[in-house]
C-alpha cells in the first residue's frame, strides 16, 4: 500500500513538473538537420533545433513564466541569435516567446510553413545594421536649413549600401537621425566604411552605428491569438 501511494505520488508529480515546462522560441531558420547551439540560452539552457521539414525552430527548455526585460535577459536572447547568424539565416522571434510544449510549436509551425519560408527568403543572407546621428553636445548654434540638407544626404549615401531602411523615433532634441538598415551580409564592409566616411564628414555631428544584428525592425515572429503572427517590432 504505501509503495502504491509513493507511486501515485511520484506520477503527479512528473505530471506537474511536465506542466510546468515549456519551450523558450528564438528564431526560424532554413536547417532540415538537427543542431545543438551549447549552452547558450535563457538562464544557461541548451539551445537546439526542433524541425519540419526544411525549416527549424531555434529553441531551449525553459519553465513556464513571464521572462522581464532586464539588459541581462535581451543580451542573452540577442547572443543566442547573433550565434545562429553566424551560419544561417534567422527570422527572429520577439523577446519572452515561451511555448507550453513541443506539440504546440509543431503544430504553429505546421500552419504557418509556407510564410516562414517567404519570410526566410525575404531576409537570406542579410542582417540588420543601425545608425543614429547625435548633434554634439558643443554644438549650441547650427544652421537648421543646412543640417536638414546634410541628413538628406547622409541618409540617401546609406540608402545607396542597403536593401531597406526603416525609420525609427527621434526621442531626444539631438538625436537627428535614427535608422535601421536590411544589409546583406557580403555588403557589411562597404556599408562600415561608409559610414566612416560620413563621420569623418560631419564633425558637428556623432554617429552610434550598431549591429550586426537579427532583422527585427524588418520581420518578427510574434505568438499572437491566431498562432504564430508577423510584424515589425514596435
Keep these: 500500500m504505501v509503495s502504491m501511494i509513493r507511486t501515485s505520488k511520484n506520477i503527479v508529480k512528473q505530471k506537474r513538473e511536465r506542466k510546468d515546462k515549456g519551450i523558450y522560441f528564438y528564431a526560424v531558420v532554413p536547417l532540415s538537420e538537427e543542431r545543438n547551439f551549447g549552452e547558450i540560452g535563457m538562464n544557461g539552457a541548451e539551445v537546439y533545433t526542433i524541425l519540419h521539414r526544411n525549416i527549424a525552430s531555434v529553441v531551449s527548455n525553459t519553465p513556464i513564466k513571464e521572462f522581464e526585460l532586464t539588459e541581462e535577459n535581451v543580451m542573452r536572447h540577442q547572443a543566442v541569435l547573433r550565434r545562429i547568424m553566424e551560419e544561417h539565416t534567422a527570422v527572429p522571434v520577439e523577446f519572452g ?3 507550453h510544449d513541443v506539440k504546440i510549436l509543431k503544430r504553429l509551425i505546421r500552419r504557418s ?9 525575404l531576409v537570406d543572407n542579410r542582417v540588420e545594421l543601425g545608425v543614429k546621428a547625435l548633434l554634439k553636445s558643443d554644438i549650441t548654434t547650427f544652421d537648421k536649413k543646412n543640417l536638414k540638407f546634410s541628413l538628406k544626404t547622409i541618409l540617401e549615401s546609406l540608402k545607396k549600401e542597403a536593401e531597406q531602411s526603416i525609420s525609427g523615433e527621434l526621442f531626444s532634441d539631438r ?4 535608422e535601421s538598415f536590411l544589409v546583406k551580409k557580403d555588403n557589411i564592409n562597404a556599408f562600415s566604411e561608409e559610414v566612416a566616411k560620413i563621420a569623418e564628414n560631419y564633425p558637428n555631428i556623432r554617429f552610434l552605428y550598431s ?3 537579427a532583422p527585427y525592425s524588418f520581420i518578427c515572429i510574434k505568438i499572437g491569438k491566431e498562432g504564430l503572427e508577423l510584424g515589425k517590432k514596435k
Design 97 to 99: 516567446a515561451v511555448i
Design 113 to 121: 510553413y509556407n510564410t516562414m519560408r517567404e519570410c526566410l527568403k
Design 175 to 178: 538625436l537627428l537621425l535614427n
Design 211 to 213: 549591429g550586426p544584428w
